[in-house]
Nanobody
């Protein structure tokens, strides 16, 4: 089992920045691919970004490429999502998730999920 807890959400203005954190406990964090997803009201949960267990590979949704950066610190059992140039359409609940699969982009490929953190971007 892996337990994941997100933090860092909040309300910011358009063009602002936020950094989300995902603290992991349980089985060895460094063995897992980590991903970030988001879900806006009335919409499906969508992939945002993923990072390999060593942090050497990252992959992003086209909608956030160039604005968001995923990273991890295996010594701290924590993954991060740095979000810059935020837009109102980035408003959603953001979830972190883990999987043993490299390159995973689909929510069904992820095994463990956090409870989510709300991000709201005002225009």
């Amino acid at each position: 089992q892996v337990q994941l807890v997100e933090s860092g959400g909040g309300l910011v203005q358009t063009g602002g920045s936020l950094r989300l954190s995902c603290a992991a406990s349980g089985r060895t964090f460094s063995m897992y691919t980590m991903g970030w997803f988001r879900q806006a009201p009335g919409k499906e949960r969508e992939f945002v970004a993923g990072i390999s267990w060593r942090g050497s590979s990252t992959w992003y949704a086209d909608s956030v490429k160039g604005r968001f950066t995923i990273s991890r610190d295996n010594a701290k059992n924590t993954a991060y999502l740095q979000m810059n140039s935020l837009k109102p359409e980035d408003t959603a609940v953001y979830f972190c998730a883990s999987t043993s699969r490299l390159g995973a982009r689909v929510k069904g490929e992820y095994d463990y999920w956090g409870q989510g953190t709300q991000v709201t971007i005002s225009s």
